[in-house]
C-alpha cells in the first residue's frame, strides 16, 4: 500500500527571545498514521504541533496540507481547514455549561436574530459526547461540577465538533486516569481506520510504543529521528531523547523497604472534602506513596497535610514537639514543603525571577532581626540550586516565564532544598516532564531520603509509585483501600485492583 | 561544526535583545521624567526650573510623594486604595479639631492624624482581606464615609478651618520637609526592596496562591503595608494643612488619583508583584508634579489639567500595562 502525505513541513524555524525552539524541522505526516512526537521538555514539540494548530506561527519555513500550501491564520482557521488540537493545559470555561464549552465560537450557527437555541446545542453536544463514549457526562451540567479528567474529555468532545483530518493530542493522558485514557485511544483508532492522522504527543514511553506507528524525536529543537514499527523501543526513545545511554537504573535501584521507627508526621482522623476518617503516619526517611485515580480523595489530602485546606475532624500533627499544622506558615515554619499538582498556579511566580520564587520559604532564614535580606546572600542561595539541580538559564535573574517546565518543576524543588525541608509533600511530581528531569527528580528523591528527611509521594503513575516508595497507601473513594511494602514482585495489577 | 556555530551566535544575539528590551522599558518612565520637564520648559520658557518654581515643586509633591510610598507598599502586594484623599481630609480635620478645639498640644493632635490615617487604611485593607471583598470597592467606601465626615465636621467647625499657623510653624519648615521626606523615601526604599517585608509584598502581589502555600502570611502583610500606608496619610495629612492653611470640605482632595497616575508614569505595576520598585513611584510623582505645575504655569485652567492628566492616565495605562498576567487565562 502506497502512502499518501496529509501534512508535510519542510525548514521550520521559531524563535522565543533568546531561545531557539525549532531548528529546520522537516516533518511528514501520513494518512491512516498515528505518529509520536517526543522529547525532553523544552525540546520544541510543543511548539511544533502548536504551529501546525494555528495557535502560533512560524519564523520560516513552510506546511503542505493535502498538497496545498497551509498557513494557518488561527486555531479557528486551522480548524476550518481540518486540524484540530486537544492541548496540555485546561482549556474548558468553568462557569459555562458543557454543550457551551463544546460549542464555544461557534454559537452564530445555533442563532437566530441574536437569540441561541440553546436545547438545539445541548442536544448536538450530547450526541457528541455520546459518539465518543462520554455519554456519562451530561451535556447540560455545568462545567464547574466536573472533575479535571471529565473536563479533559469535554476537550475532546469539542475537537470532534469540527470533524477534523489531523488530530494532535498534546500531552492530555497526563490528565487522565483509565476512564479517559480509554476513549482518547478509541478516539485515536478511530481516526486510523478511518485513513485520517494523529500527531500524539507523549511523555508515556509504554503508551507511545503501543499507539504509534512512526515516532520522531525532537531534541533542542531539531529533529533526531524518526522511529517506526519495530525499532520503536522505550530504550531507543529514551537514548534518542537524552542523547546518551541511560544508567541502568531509572527509579531506585534497590528494593528494600527502610525507614526509622521514629514518626515525622502524623494525620489522625481528618475530614475533607472526598475523604473522611482517615489517619496515616510517616516515618524519618521514608518515601511514602499514595495512589488512587485522580478523584480519590489524594490531591486534597495532600493540602490537608500541608495545612492548606483544614480538616473538619481530627488533626495533623508533627510529634518532635506536638505541633500541629494548622497553616502553611506553620508547615514551612517546621520544614516542610509542598509542590502543588498545579504548578504554575499555585507553586511558582511565573512573573519573577528564579531568585524571587527560589528565596520564598527562605526569607525567614536569610533575614537578620530587622528583616534585613544581603543581596549576596540571596544571590548565593539561588546561585547554589541552580548549580545542583542544574537548572537550564542565564542566571538566577531570569524570569520563570522562559523557563521550560521541567526546569520550572526543578524551581520548585530547589524552594524546599533551600530552606532545608525535612518532609517534602509532592503531588504530582513528575506531571508533564521529560524522562531526562524525571531521572533527575528520581536521584533527587534518593538522596533525600539517604539524609534521612521524609517525602510524601502523591501521584497516578504506578511505575514511579512501585519504583521509589518504601510503603504504598491505595485510596479509592476517599479511603485508605490497601497497604503495600516495597517489594520485587508487587505488580501494577495488584494496585490497580484497590483502585478502581 | 558550523551548524553549531551559528546556533550559538543567534542565541547571543536574542538574549541581548532580551536585555534590551528590559533596560529599555526600565529607562522608559526616566525618559518621560525627562521629556515633560524639556517640553515644559520651553513651553514655559525656563520659569519651569526657576529657583523659586522648583521651592513650589517640591512643596508639591511633597505630599504625593508621601503618600506615594507607602501606597507602594499596598499596591505591591496587590491591593489598593482609593480613600487616601479623602481620609487624609478627615486626618486633617481630626488634627485641627484636636488642637485648635480641645486644645491640646500638637504632637497630640499628630498623633490624631496618624491614627484616622492608620484607622482608615486598616477599614480597607484588613476589611478587605477579612471579608474577602475587593480592595478598591471597600476603599470607595471608606472614601465615601470619609468625604461626609469632612463635610459635617467643617461645617460644625465652620466651613473654613483657619490653621494657626504659628502652632503649626514647624510643619511650614522647609528644612524640616526636606529631611522627612528625604528619611521617609530612604526608609521605605529599604524596607520595600532589602527587606523581607518588601519581598513578602511583592511576592503576594505575583501570585498569591504561591504566597501563601511558602509559608507567607497574608494578614500579617496586608495589616503591615496598611499601617505604612495610614501612617504616611497621616504625616501628609499634617504638612498639607499647615501649607494651605485651611481645612475645608475639599482637603487631601485628589491624592488618591495623583498617586494612580503617579503608579502608571512610573511604570510601577498595577497588580504589584516582583517588578514594583519605590523608584517607579518617585519618578511618577516628580512627573506629575512636573506636568501639573508646567501645565499651570502655560496658563491651562485647572479643569483642563486635569482633563490632560486623566487622558494621559489612559494612555500610559493602555500603552504600559502588563498583560503577561492576563494571559495566563483564568479558566476555573
Keep these: ?11 521550520v524555524n521559531k524563535n522565543f527571545g533568546p531561545t531557539r525552539a525549532l531548528v529546520d524541522v522537516d516533518f511528514l505526516l501520513y494518512r491512516g498514521e498515528v505518529h509520536g512526537l517526543i522529547g525532553e521538555n523544552g525540546s520544541g514539540k510543543s511548539t511544533f504541533s502548536s504551529i501546525i494548530a494555528g495557535v502560533q506561527s512560524a519564523d520560516s519555513g513552510s506546511f503542505e496540507l493535502n498538497g496545498e500550501p497551509y498557513l494557518p491564520r488561527n486555531m479557528v482557521d486551522a480548524q476550518n481547514r481540518g486540524v484540530g488540537m486537544i492541548v496540555q493545559e485546561q482549556g474548558t470555561i468553568g462557569s459555562i455549561d458543557v454543550a457551551s464549552n463544546i460549542f464555544t465560537g461557534r454559537l452564530e450557527e445555533f442563532s437566530k436574530f441574536g437569540f441561541v437555541n440553546m436545547k438545539q446545542i445541548t442536544a448536538r453536544a450530547q450526541q457528541i459526547l455520546n459518539d465518543i463514549g462520554a455519554g456519562d457526562i451530561d ?24 470533524d477534523p483530518d489531523i488530530l494532535i493530542v498534546d500531552e492530555t493522558t497526563t490528565a487522565l486516569a483509565m476512564k479517559g485514557r480509554k476513549i482518547l485511544f478509541d478516539l485515536i483508532k478511530r481516526f486510523r481506520a478511518s485513513d485520517k492522522a494523529v500527531i500524539f504527543i507523549s511523555h508515556d514511553l509504554g503508551e507511545l510504543m503501543n499507539v504509534c506507528d512512526r515516532v520522531t524525536v525532537l531534541r533542542d529543537g531539531r529533529v533526531i529521528d524518526t522511529l517506526s514499527g519495530s525499532d520503536i523501543t522505550e530504550d531507543s526513545m529514551r537514548r534518542l531523547m537524552v ?41 524519618k526517611g521514608e518515601i511514602l506513596g499514595i495512589c488512587g485515580l485522580s478523584d480519590c480523595g489524594m490531591h486534597e489530602l495532600g493540602k490537608v497535610l500541608f495545612g492548606i485546606e483544614k480538616s473538619l475532624t481530627g488533626r495533623v500533627v508533627l510529634p518532635q514537639d506536638g505541633t500541629q499544622v494548622k497553616n502553611p506558615h506553620i508547615a514551612v515554619k517546621k520544614g516542610m514543603g509542598y509542590l502543588s499538582k498545579d504548578r504554575d498556579r499555585e507553586s511558582i511566580i511565573l512573573n519573577a525571577s528564579i531568585l524571587d520564587n527560589v528565596e520564598l520559604p527562605s526569607m525567614r532564614l536569610l533575614s537578620n532581626a530587622v528583616g534585613y535580606i544581603s543581596a549576596k546572600s540571596e544571590r548565593r542561595l539561588a546561585q547554589e540550586q541552580i548549580d545542583v539541580l542544574k537548572i537550564k538559564c542565564r542566571g538566577p535573574k531570569q524570569r520563570l516565564t522562559e523557563l521550560s517546565g521541567g526546569n520550572k518543576q526543578k524551581v520548585v524543588f530547589s524552594k524546599w532544598l533551600g530552606c532545608d525541608s525535612d518532609i517534602l509533600i509532592l503531588d504530582c511530581a513528575t506531571r508533564g516532564i521529560d524522562v531526562g528531569v524525571k531521572a533527575a527528580i528520581y536521584r533527587l528523591l534518593e538522596q533525600i531520603k539517604k539524609k534521612g528527611k521524609s517525602v510524601i509521594l502523591i501521584s497516578e503513575e504506578l511505575p514511579e509509585m512501585i519504583g521509589m516508595s518504601d510503603r504504598m497507601l491505595v485510596m479509592k473513594d476517599g479511603k485508605i483501600t490497601a497497604e503495600f511494602r516495597r517489594s520485587e514482585d508487587l505488580s501494577e495489577e495488584d494496585i490497580i485492583r484497590y483502585m478502581i | 561544526m558550523p551548524v553549531q556555530a551559528k546556533s550559538v551566535d543567534i542565541g ?12 529599555f522599558s526600565a529607562v522608559l518612565p526616566f525618559c518621560g521624567l525627562l521629556l515633560t520637564v524639556l ?60 488642637v485648635t478645639q480641645l486644645r491640646l498640644p500638637l504632637w497630640v493632635g499628630f498623633l490624631a492624624a496618624v491614627m484616622v490615617g492608620v484607622a482608615c487604611s486598616m477599614v480597607v485593607g484588613m476589611g478587605s482581606h477579612a471579608l474577602h471583598l475587593q480592595p478598591f470597592i471597600v476603599s470607595l467606601c471608606v472614601r465615601s464615609a470619609c468625604t461626609g465626615i469632612l463635610v459635617v465636621g467643617c461645617n460644625a467647625l465652620g466651613k473654613n478651618i483657619r490653621v494657626p499657623l504659628d502652632v503649626f510653624g514647624i510643619f511650614n519648615n522647609n528644612i524640616v520637609k526636606t529631611i522627612v521626606l528625604v528619611a521617609l523615601v530612604a526608609f521605605s526604599w529599604y524596607l520595600f526592596e532589602k527587606t523581607s517585608l518588601g519581598k513578602e509584598e511583592k511576592a503576594i502581589g505575583g501570585n498569591r496562591v504561591t504566597a501563601v502555600q511558602s509559608g507567607i502570611l497574608l494578614g500579617r502583610n496586608v495589616f503591615l503595608s496598611s499601617l505604612i500606608l495610614g501612617i504616611c496619610v497621616g504625616i501628609a495629612a499634617c504638612f498639607q494643612m499647615s501649607r494651605s492653611g485651611t481645612v475645608s470640605a475639599s482637603s487631601g482632595n485628589g491624592l488618591e488619583f495623583n498617586i494612580m497616575i503617579a503608579l502608571a508614569l512610573g511604570g510601577f505595576p498595577m497588580a504589584g508583584g516582583s517588578a514594583a520598585r519605590i523608584r517607579s513611584m518617585i519618578i511618577g510623582v516628580l512627573t506629575i508634579t512636573f506636568l501639573t505645575n508646567g501645565l499651570t504655569l502655560v496658563g491651562l485652567d485647572s479643569e483642563y489639567v486635569s482633563l490632560v492628566k486623566g487622558l494621559l492616565f489612559v494612555v500610559i495605562v493602555a500603552v504600559s500595562y502588563d498583560r503577561s498576567n492576563l494571559k495566563q487565562v483564568n479558566f476555573v
Design chain 1, 243 to 283: 542523547g546518551r545511554e541511560f544508567e541502568d537504573h531509572y527509579f531506585r535501584s534497590d528494593f528494600v523497604c527502610s525507614y526509622d521507627e521514629e514518626v515525622v508526621l502524623d494525620a489522625q482522623h481528618i475530614t475533607y472534602g472526598s475523604f473522611t476518617n482517615l489517619s496515616l503516619q510517616l516515618h
Design chain 1, 139 to 162: 451535556a447540560s451540567a455545568p462545567t464547574m461540577s466536573l472533575n479535571f479528567e471529565d473536563r479533559k474529555i469535554v476537550e475532546m468532545a469539542r475537537v470532534m465538533v469540527a
Design chain 2, 12 to 23: 547571543e544575539v536574542l538574549t541581548q535583545k532580551s536585555r534590551r528590551k528590559d533596560l
Design chain 1, 1 to 11: 500500500m502506497k502512502k499518501k502525505p496529509i501534512l508535510r513541513a519542510m525548514q
Design chain 2, 39 to 98: 517640553v515644559l520648559s520651553i513651553a514655559t520658557k525656563g520659569l519651569l526650573l526657576s529657583p523659586m518654581n522648583l521651592v513650589n515643586i517640591i512643596n508639591q509633591c511633597f505630599n504625593t510623594a508621601i503618600v506615594g510610598v507607602g501606597a507602594a507598599f499596598v499596591f505591591a502586594h496587590g491591593g489598593m486604595d482609593f480613600s487616601v484623599g479623602a481620609s487624609c481630609g478627615v486626618a486633617q480635620l481630626a488634627c485641627i479639631a484636636v
